[in-house]
């Protein structure tokens, strides 16, 4: 027996280039069709997205011919997405600038240079060091022009740092944000998925470039206009003293009007109460947030939902409700793994936008981010679908229009062209500024940019 009510929420549609018919669920269909959203707005402040690259130097030529395919015309795979790349300017309006051997742009690492280092004590920290050097002397060479740093990491470094790898790759990425610098991290997968599918591919790589390189490929066609969401993550840094708990926020809003803002808010980064803030810095916290949207918008948000990985206490309300005063707000809770499932009377797993409400006092129901797309009439996922879990800890927005809202949120990173994705990007941004905390930036350190992080 099921308690509550199921329903299927609608897909969301995403906005594309200005126009009557730019409407579509699938970011490649919206792209290929109509073109990124500022294409044809005015608002674009690059004129091409200028590629730099520090890469192992056996291994150059790879990589170049790999950012070379960004400007061919590739047919999808067969059993993959249905629809074609059909090459760089083609699809976002605006060329690409890629280096040649002997640019200043192309800075290579010698084998020996890895051959001094790996396997020897203090390679970790070495390893850092040797790509600090490498990006510094990038932008040594390119002050004027720094454009989008595409940075290899070769074979050789995910078998030696197999169990730190993503620690490594983090460590290297803020080693970027300190240069001030939007890096394309490309790994020994990427460069082999290009033989495997090259189509899928060269989406990905391309919208990472486009949008580090500051574009602004789509935003959710309807909603609540002048909403401020915001996403609060938690993540452990270890170190030889022990452990620190960290917190990480991420801004997004204007998400359904005339433009998009994603930003990370600068603070003080240490929890002192564990999974959770303090009354003041939960304060301190959401007014930083609400500054910069004051800033950027010149008013108040009508509404602030602020999503978090963990369950609102007593003192993080009271701090939110200080720092908001008058402004209506929703705390929720996104449990991203929960034991509650849904049934499906086929083989395949729930529709993707599958919502149970289990009607409880304080509001609490079970979303499916990822599942079977009835439109695709495919299960789109490699891993078993599974569901998160909405707890509103306060607020009297219905739960499931709060439920819609985090299914929207869901198509709103831009880090991928996949159809779905199973966090809401207030969450997933948050957990990647986390990755880059754990290395040990400091706030003095640190930018709002969100592109520096992804």
Same mark, same amino acid.
Do not use: C, H
């Given at each position: 027996m099921i308690i509550g009510e199921v329903i299927r929420l609608k897909e969301p549609q995403l906005q594309f280039s200005v126009g009557k018919h730019n409407l579509a669920i699938d970011p490649r269909f919206g792209?290929?069709?109509?073109?990124?959203?500022?294409?044809?707005?005015?608002?674009?402040?690059?004129? =091409?997205?200028?590629?730099?690259?520090?890469? +192992?130097?056996?291994?150059?030529?790879?990589?170049?011919?790999?950012?070379?395919?960004?400007?061919?015309?590739?047919?999808?795979? $067969?059993?993959? =997405?249905?629809?074609?790349?059909?090459?760089?300017?083609?699809?976002?309006?605006? &060329? *690409?600038?890629?280096?040649?051997?002997?640019?200043?742009?192309?800075? =290579?690492? $010698?084998?020996?240079?890895?051959?001094?280092?790996?396997?020897?004590?203090? !390679?970790?920290?070495?390893?850092?060091?040797?790509?600090?050097?490498?990006?510094?002397?990038?932008?040594?060479?390119? $002050?004027?022009?720094?454009?989008?740093?595409?940075?290899?990491?070769?074979?050789?470094?995910?078998?030696?740092?197999?169990?730190?790898?993503?620690?490594?790759?983090a460590h290297i990425k803020a080693l970027c944000v300190k240069k001030r610098i939007y890096t394309q991290i490309l790994t020994e997968s990427s460069l082999q998925a290009q033989a495997s599918d090259p189509c899928d591919n060269m989406w990905n790589l391309s919208l990472g470039l486009y949008v580090k390189a500051g574009g602004v490929p789509w935003k959710l066609e309807s909603g609540e206009e002048n909403a401020c969401f915001i996403g609060i993550a938690f993540g452990i840094k270890k170190s030889s003293e022990g452990q620190d708990?960290?917190?990480?926020?991420?801004?997004?809003?204007?998400?359904?009007?005339? =433009?998009?803002?994603?930003?990370?808010?600068?603070?003080?980064f240490e929890s002192e109460v564990g999974y959770h803030l303090s009354r003041e810095k939960a304060k301190t916290l959401i007014e930083t947030a609400i500054k910069g949207y004051e800033s950027e918008k010149q008013e108040k948000p009508k509404r602030v939902i602020i999503h978090k990985?963990?369950?609102?206490?007593?003192?993080?309300?009271?701090?939110?409700?200080?720092a908001l005063q008058n402004i209506p707000y929703d705390l929720v809770h996104i449990q991203l793994n929960t034991s509650l499932r849904l049934i499906p009377e086929r083989d395949f797993p729930p529709n993707r936008g599958a919502f149970w409400d289990l009607e409880t006092e304080g509001g609490k129901g079970?979303?499916?981010?990822?599942?079977?797309?009835?439109?695709?009439? *495919?299960?789109?996922? !490699?891993?078993?679908?599974?569901?998160?879990?909405?707890?509103?800890?306060?607020?009297?927005?219905?739960?499931? +229009?709060?439920?819609?809202?985090?299914?929207?949120?869901?198509?709103?990173?831009?880090?991928?062209? &996949?159809?779905?994705?199973?966090?809401?990007? *207030?969450?997933?941004?948050?957990?990647?500024?986390?990755?880059?905390?754990?290395?040990?930036?400091? !706030?003095?350190?640190?930018?709002?940019?969100?592109?520096?992080?992804?």
């Open positions: 792209l290929s069709e109509y073109g990124p959203l500022d294409g044809n707005t005015g608002r674009r402040a690059f004129s =091409s997205v200028g590629i730099g690259l520090i890469a +192992k130097e056996d291994e150059v030529n790879r990589v170049l011919k790999l950012l070379n395919d960004l400007n061919k015309n590739l047919k999808p795979k $067969r059993g993959g =997405s249905k629809v074609r790349y059909k090459g760089f300017e083609d699809i976002y309006g605006i &060329a *690409t600038d890629i280096p040649e051997i002997g640019d200043d742009k192309v800075i =290579s690492i $010698r084998n020996y240079e890895f051959n001094e280092i790996i396997g020897k004590e203090g !390679a970790f920290k070495n390893i850092i060091s040797l790509y600090g050097s490498k990006i510094q002397q990038y932008v040594d060479n390119n $002050r004027q022009d720094i454009g989008v740093l595409v940075l290899q990491m070769p074979k050789i470094l995910e078998k030696y740092f197999k169990y730190n790898y993503d620690d490594l790759r708990i960290l917190v990480g926020l991420a801004e997004i809003f204007d998400v359904f009007g005339e =433009s998009v803002t994603i930003r990370v808010v600068e603070e003080e990985t963990t369950d609102f206490n007593e003192d993080e309300k009271q701090g939110v409700e200080a079970i979303l499916y981010t990822t599942g079977y797309v009835e439109s695709f009439r *495919t299960y789109p996922g !490699a891993a078993t679908a599974s569901p998160i879990e909405i707890n509103r800890n306060y607020g009297e927005t219905e739960l499931k +229009k709060i439920a819609e809202q985090i299914l929207g949120l869901t198509k709103m990173n831009w880090n991928t062209t &996949a159809l779905m994705n199973k966090e809401p990007v *207030t969450i997933e941004y948050a957990r990647k500024v986390i990755d880059v905390l754990k290395t040990g930036l400091k !706030a003095e350190g640190f930018l709002k940019d969100f592109r520096y992080y992804i």
